[in-house]
């Protein structure tokens, strides 16, 4: 048995209320977005049509002024004030309750964890990428209200899953976000992170963190290979072993946090999830005896951080299995 370390009832409670303020600013930041751009009425060859004018000054014409036309005009006048003054105040309440999770000492996920992973979000590309590897305890520990020995913990690079069969998708919310390249959503978190020339797939900030981008093994319908965008100097997905595995697994969303208080929504796989793949991994022959054994200690952490602190959680269906080729990535 672990000896997990409980937190202190007033950083359970700074915890609980950090989430709520979160959970707020998601649903007034997802109003705010309804109602971003302008809408204006336009005459062409002597006809008015209203016109949807995006952030960046695109335009859309929703048709001539009719009833309907006029209908979302006011819709969208009446909707747009009160969307963006309370985005503007959940913003307040979250810088506030930053101030209080670095306070009470509520966060210990590496502040360059989560910097990346609100960079992803404020991009628009949260939902293309799974946390996989070491860094997902830290979401299984925040849920758990605990904290796990530091061993099970220590690592320099976060994994993260690019889903490859949503790439048209996430090409076009790269384009919206107005990055260039992936390699350039990451350098808002740390202008320092640089695609290694020998590894495409590693991105490297000064301090010595990566970030890895790994795939599943390319099938019908994927790009292959992969490249992140079309800048040169941008991420090359790697296909990786139990891609397929970790793709088509549950899934878990937790809050984590920094030493800062900065905050972040991080996906990952689910509990159970982990400690399957985590088995597997470390009983397949040929894997790193260097890695085995990490691979056995965190299975088991978390099997009893789920044993102990997460039965609470929904215990969804077991996914299909696949089967795919193995390599020695992950």
Do not use: C
């Not at 751009?37 to 000054?57: A, C, E, F, H, N």
């Not at 048709?63 to 913003?91: C, N, V």
């Not at 404020?122 to 925040?142: I, R």
């Amino acid at each position: 048995m672990f000896q997990f370390i409980d937190l202190e009832e007033k950083q359970l409670r700074q915890l609980s209320d950090a989430a709520a303020a979160w959970a707020n600013y998601v649903r007034a930041k997802a109003e705010a977005a309804e109602v971003r751009g302008s809408m204006r009425w336009k005459t062409v060859d002597g006809r008015v049509y209203l016109i949807r004018v995006s952030p960046s000054g695109g335009e859309t014409s929703l048709g001539p002024q009719d009833d309907r036309t006029q209908a979302i005009y006011a819709a969208f006048h009446s909707r747009k004030a009160p969307a963006e003054a309370r985005l503007k105040a959940m913003k307040a309440t979250l810088e506030e309750q930053r101030r209080l999770n670095r306070a009470y000492r509520v966060g210990r996920t590496p502040a360059v964890v989560v910097r990346s992973l609100a960079a992803l979000d404020q991009a628009g590309l949260s939902d293309q990428f799974l946390t996989v590897g070491t860094h997902a305890l830290y979401a299984y520990e925040t849920a758990a209200g605990v904290r796990v020995e530091a061993g099970a913990l220590a690592t320099m690079d976060l994994d993260l899953l690019f889903e490859a069969a949503k790439f048209r998708a996430y090409s076009s919310r790269l384009k919206r976000s107005d990055a260039r390249s992936l390699i350039e959503v990451f350098r808002r978190a740390d202008p320092t992170f640089k695609v290694k020339s020998d590894q495409l797939q590693t991105a490297v900030n000064d301090p010595g963190f990566e970030i890895d981008i790994i795939r599943r093994y390319a099938t019908a319908g994927d790009p292959h290979p992969l490249r992140m965008s079309d800048d040169e100097n941008d991420f090359w997905a790697v296909q990786a072993d139990q891609g397929e595995q970790l793709a088509s697994s549950r899934k878990f969303e937790h809050l984590v946090i920094a030493p800062t208080g900065e905050m972040a929504m991080m996906r990952t796989l689910h509990p159970l999830d982990f400690v399957r793949l985590k088995l597997q991994l470390a009983q397949r022959p040929g894997r790193d005896p260097h890695k085995a054994p990490k691979d056995r200690l965190q299975a088991r952490v978390v099997q009893e951080l789920w044993d102990g602190y997460l039965q609470h959680l929904e215990r969804p269906e077991e996914p299909p299995r696949r089967e795919h080729p193995q390599s020695e990535r992950r």
